[in-house]
């Protein structure tokens, strides 16, 4: 009987065959596909699942809640919204007075009220001065 230990990794990226916790396991048409955190753009949270967009245009559907999948994430990751989780690295415009936030694949995520002003801050630290 073979151990669980023993079966080899092929699936996964030289980095993710330590078991890396960055990645995150998403369940697609049967596989199991390992999305790095440097492909998302971000994540929409629907109770107990999530929605995660890729920046190849792709969207899956896990069943973790955001806050689980949070803990997983680079610091590139900010919680816009009580539903939203978004890379900073795909944030190509903000507008309606801060309120949303455009992402490169064209979509919009809403920005909480409580958030604009602590969103806004990090955007122009880390040099994203992107104006509406």
Do not use: W
């Amino acid at each position: 009987m073979k151990t669980f230990a023993s079966f080899p990794l092929q699936n996964l990226p030289d980095s993710a065959a330590g078991i890396n916790s960055a990645y995150i396991s998403v369940q697609s048409m049967g596989r199991t596909i390992f999305l790095s955190p440097d492909t998302i753009t971000f994540m929409e949270g629907e109770g107990n699942y999530t929605f995660i967009y890729t920046a190849n245009g792709k969207k899956y559907l896990v069943s973790k809640t955001l806050k689980s999948l949070a803990c997983n994430l680079n610091e590139n990751f900010l919680r816009v919204h009580k539903s939203y989780l978004v890379n900073t690295d795909y944030v190509v415009e903000r507008i309606e007075d801060d309120r949303m936030l455009r992402m490169s694949c064209g979509k919009e995520v809403s920005v909480s009220r409580r958030k604009i002003k602590e969103i806004t801050g990090i955007l122009d630290h880390t040099n994203l001065r992107i104006s509406a």
